[in-house]
């Protein structure tokens, strides 16, 4: 059975500050792995996708780096701000391509 | 539509009572899961529908839970007899063909409080 887990659970830092959030996960043989936001009493907006092929994907400030051997993803923030504060979930597409195994996140705030 | 359409957005019903919950995926994606989200917790899978296979209900936490999902598309998720403890925000995704570039994308959620 797939087990994700994400540390920290919960992270301030100043705005500016570059921070790293991980996520790691037991069962290596996952299809891709995913990285989300949530905001308060929203759904999830999807950040980034690495396949399982791939080591690492970036889009503007965030870049999300695979490890799968070990078993660990990470997400690289730069140049924080207030509006990146948020929860960040990663999850894990394993099981025949058919499971999401979500970690339980880590609530992330950037204070001005 | 543009993306996933979950309804009603917030639902509040009496102990007892059954209820409803629609998911309206993205055009074209076969595959269609629903998490449950308990306050200040991780997202719980439910269940999940992939094209005309047998969906995968290992994640449902009891009989008084079922889904279905008529036509490869639209999707509704029921519980019977509702207890507080099915107060949560049900999430509902989907996503294209499985494989390594398959992209999980999520609706708004519906927030059910049971009273």
């Known amino acids: 059975k797939q087990e994700v887990t994400q540390i920290p659970a919960a992270l301030s830092v100043p705005e500016g500050e570059n921070l790293v959030l991980n996520c790691s996960f037991t069962d290596s043989a996952i299809y891709n792995l995913q990285w989300f936001r949530q905001d308060p009493g929203k759904g999830l907006t999807s950040l980034l996708l690495?396949?399982?092929?791939?080591r690492e994907q970036t889009s503007g400030r965030l870049n999300a780096s695979l490890d799968k051997s070990s078993g660990r993803s990470t997400l690289y923030i730069a140049a924080s701000q207030p509006g990146d504060s948020a929860t960040y979930l990663c999850?894990?597409?394993?099981?025949?391509?058919?499971?999401?195994?979500f970690g339980t996140g880590t609530q992330l705030k950037v204070e001005l | 539509g543009a993306g996933v359409s979950q309804s009603p957005s917030n639902k509040v019903t009496e102990k007892g009572k059954d209820v409803e919950l629609r998911c309206d995926p993205i055009?074209?994606?076969?595959?269609l899961y629903w998490y449950r989200q308990s306050l200040g917790q991780g997202l719980e899978f439910l269940i999940y529908?992939?094209?005309?296979?047998?969906?995968?209900k290992s994640g449902l936490p009891s009989d008084r839970f079922s889904a279905e999902r008529t036509g490869g598309s639209v999707s509704t998720l029921t519980i019977q007899r509702t207890q507080q403890e099915d107060s949560a925000v049900y999430l509902c995704?989907?996503?294209?063909?499985?494989?390594?570039?398959?992209?999980?994308?999520f609706g708004q959620g519906t927030r059910l409080t049971v009273v």
């Open positions: 055009s074209g994606h076969t595959a």
């Open positions: 529908f992939q094209g005309n296979s047998a969906p995968d």
């Open positions: 995704a989907s996503s294209s063909q499985g494989g390594g570039n398959t992209e999980a994308f």
């Open positions: 999850a894990a597409l394993t099981g025949g391509g058919n499971k999401l195994t």
């Open positions: 690495i396949q399982s092929s791939q």
